[in-house]
């Protein structure tokens, strides 16, 4: 699967029909180009039997056309219970005519009544110290419990109470996907929003589409009761941001990180068939908002964690595969260059492995500190099996078992190893690694073939 941005700015959304059609916000092509060129990249996608879920932005919308008068209460920040004055007069950019669109695919138009809150108030210019919450409004309740109450994020905060912003949700989304084929979705920042919603809209949208289509939420928090709850209410998955963090704890830890504990805590561990698993993404890496950076030497380790055990739906950072290098301004006010460097070699190592290998049962050797290990013992329609060895300390050998590759020599798919391993009469045998690394071993004769 290939999850694509649909949105007109990055997360600063404005207008959700202008895939890259209309002269508005002086430019016709988005962030990541035209119309014509996002349907395409969908359909050569599907060319290729790649599933393409849509990035969609719900929580909010920035760059009203117009300014509107009302009343609200000033919220504190970072305590969304706690008023910081009286009602009083506003005048927030809250309406939105889309111009430039002039009603082509909908001629919905957003006003103040379809927002609760917003940060940006022209009498209370450059005071950004508050939110403002609207007469007669209050916030969502089934959200994040962050600040008391997460309903807020930014811009202008949907009102999923209002019951015209629901059918018009419903309205776009189901728009959405006859006019581009996607396959599925990938939610930002849900945990902002009613988590009740989300079943109605994805009860909506399947029966209007006739088909099931895939969900997945950004509810990015390690608290693992808040992740079970939202899943329970609204079936959808969700990014495994525990294990993420795990990760990267580890990798900043080196030797003294316990790998046996790689996996407490996480949600591929209590709910792996809702689990949508990742190493890093675009809030994580070094510099960015949430920075919980991976450092490179453990992502090798991290991915053969993701992509060749059972469990979880595996993601890979388009960074991690092709490197990058890029400038952003650090905590001191300092620009800083940030290196990513690529891991394509090994990443299509696991990949292969995955596709032909890891299959069938799954035997875990997690016995020791540093040297982690597993088997897959291949099924009847895919026989072939592989072990998989891993160490963030020094390196070291395991006692593995394949049972139905027996009397069979393997090799390091990865070449961290250079000598052949040959399985007894009843499939064990002693696989190693390298210290920091993984080793990934196959039957050497199947893998040639391959």
């Not at 379809?114 to 450059?126: M, P, S, T």
């Not at 809030?283 to 949430?290: E, F, I, K, N, P």
Request: glycine letters at 8%; one cysteine or more; proline letters at 3%.
């Amino acid at each position: 699967m290939l999850i694509i941005n649909n949105i007109f700015s990055g997360y600063g959304v404005y207008d959700m029909y202008d895939l890259g059609e209309f002269d508005q916000c002086g430019t016709t092509k988005t962030k990541y180009g035209t119309k014509d060129e996002y349907l395409k990249a969908i359909q050569t996608a599907h060319k290729h039997n790649i599933r393409i879920y849509g990035d969609v932005v719900l929580n909010h919308r920035m760059g009203g056309d117009e300014a509107e008068e009302t009343k609200a209460t000033p919220i504190d920040m970072n305590d969304r219970t706690q008023p910081r004055g009286d009602l009083q007069d506003v005048k927030v950019w809250t309406k939105f005519t889309f111009p430039g669109r002039n009603g082509k695919y909908s001629d919905f138009q957003w006003n103040w009544t379809h927002f609760d809150a917003v940060d940006y108030n022209e009498n209370h210019k450059g005071d950004e110290t508050f939110i403002w919450l609207f007469e007669g409004k209050n916030f969502d309740q089934q959200v994040d419990d962050e600040n008391e109450n997460y309903d807020y994020l930014m811009g202008c905060d949907l009102d999923f109470g209002n019951e015209e912003v629901k059918k018009e949700v419903k309205n776009w989304t189901n728009w959405y996907v006859e006019f581009t084929g996607v396959d599925g979705f990938r939610f930002d920042a849900v945990k902002h929003i009613e988590a009740p919603f989300f079943r109605e809209l994805m009860d909506a949208v399947n029966e209007k589409q006739g088909k099931e289509l895939f969900a997945v939420g950004e509810y990015w928090s390690q608290e693992l009761p808040a992740l079970k709850n939202f899943i329970d209410t609204t079936d959808m998955s969700l990014f495994d941001a525990p294990l993420h963090y795990n990760f990267s704890n580890a990798s900043k830890e080196g030797a003294e990180y316990d790998m046996r504990k790689i996996f407490d805590d996480s949600l591929v561990a209590e709910n792996p068939m809702k689990a949508v698993t990742l190493v890093a993404n675009h809030d994580s890496q070094a510099l960015q908002a949430l920075e919980s950076v991976v450092e490179p030497w453990f992502k090798p380790i991290a991915y053969s964690l993701i992509l060749l055990r059972r469990g979880g739906y595996p993601c890979i950072f388009h960074p991690d595969y092709y490197g990058t290098t890029y400038k952003d301004v650090g905590k001191d006010g300092e620009e800083c260059e940030v290196i990513m460097p690529s891991h394509k070699v090994l990443l299509d190592v696991f990949l292969k492995a995955r596709r032909d290998f890891s299959h069938g049962e799954q035997y875990d050797y997690f016995d020791d500190t540093n040297i982690i290990g597993w088997t897959r013992q291949g099924t009847e329609e895919n026989p072939k099996g592989c072990a998989v060895l891993l160490s963030n300390g020094e390196g070291g050998k395991k006692h593995m078992q394949l049972a139905d590759n027996k009397n069979t020599t393997f090799i390091d798919a990865t070449g961290h190893c250079d000598v052949p391993i040959t399985t007894d009469d009843d499939g064990w045998a002693e696989f190693e690694t390298i210290g920091g690394n993984v080793s990934v071993w196959v039957p050497e004769k199947l893998w040639n073939e391959e």
